[in-house]
């Protein structure tokens, strides 16, 4: 017989990587006395997109070094998506980028790469910094971990739908899902609800085939699952017209950029030309 177990909160996180981490340790910065719960489909200690780290942190502003501004990056990522992009959310997102990586340092000591001289952070491109990200996950989960409190935690739970209020249809007021490995039933009754499940990896047909098929850099458990709910809700799905497709590159298998912006190596076609050429420092 399947069990049913009812949890009620004032904010309910549905995905524990890094945005949901990061999430619950901001929703208890400002809401002290409320009631937050997380639920994750694995666990939060390695869960989500860098589950096993990461080389580099992609977005830096480098304020405090005057190394680039604001205007910048919004410039920046105008041109990257051919101006399909909401430069309001660009511009807001892009003040906190900076303190957010120093909340990593400050939480569990997360390495980044110095530069001797002048302090700053070593760059591997104009956004890019180097860090030893084994640790980057576990840092941040254990800063949710001490936001939340285990016991409002709830892994190896798979949210599967929202709940929407019989009075508001443009209301959710919670979700439901199962336990991966029990099955228990859960039905999440909250206020407000941060949805971040997650994007979706190998949408399209990668043209590697065979072993290469599964040599993705994005994780094959990003099932697009945060898609699929807001989907299904009514959301307006605001910026998500525009996929990132990683490149697949024969003979190797890591950050592309790492390869071509900090250690400068040359790449070429099967013709034996080289199709681009790192920058001059």
Request: aromatic letters at 12%; one cysteine or more; hydrophobic letters at 40%.
């Amino acid at each position: 017989m399947t069990r049913v177990r009812y949890v009620d909160a004032d904010i309910l996180i549905i995905g524990g990587g890094m945005a949901g981490s990061g999430a619950a340790w901001e929703a208890r910065y400002w809401c002290r006395n409320c009631r937050i719960v997380l639920a994750e489909k694995a666990n939060i200690n390695r869960s989500g997109a860098v589950a096993m780290g990461l080389s580099a942190i992609n977005t830096y502003l480098g304020l405090k070094c005057k190394e680039n501004t604001v205007e910048d990056y919004v410039k920046y990522v105008r041109g990257d998506l051919m101006g399909i992009v909401r430069e309001d959310l660009v511009y807001d997102y892009a003040r906190h980028v900076d303190s957010t990586v120093h909340l990593f340092d400050e939480w569990g000591g997360l390495p980044i790469w110095p530069e001797p001289k002048t302090g700053c952070y070593v760059r591997e491109g104009k956004w890019q910094i180097m860090i030893h990200g084994e640790s980057y996950k576990p840092i941040v989960a254990e800063a949710a971990r001490k936001a939340l409190g285990d016991e409002n935690i709830f892994n190896r739970v798979m949210v599967t739908h929202l709940l929407k209020s019989p009075g508001n249809p443009n209301r959710v007021v919670g979700a439901i899902g199962f336990n991966v490995n029990d099955g228990t039933f859960y039905v999440f009754k909250a206020r407000a609800t941060i949805l971040a499940a997650g994007g979706g990896s190998q949408i399209y047909r990668p043209r590697s085939q065979g072993e290469g098929l599964g040599r993705s850099w994005y994780p094959p458990w990003s099932s697009a699952s945060s898609y699929g709910m807001l989907i299904e809700a009514g959301a307006v799905m605001t910026m998500m017209e525009a996929r990132f497709v990683v490149p697949r590159f024969k003979d190797g298998y890591g950050p592309v950029g790492a390869y071509q912006l900090l250690l400068k190596t040359r790449i070429s076609n099967a013709y034996g030309q080289d199709f681009w050429k790192p920058p001059c420092r």
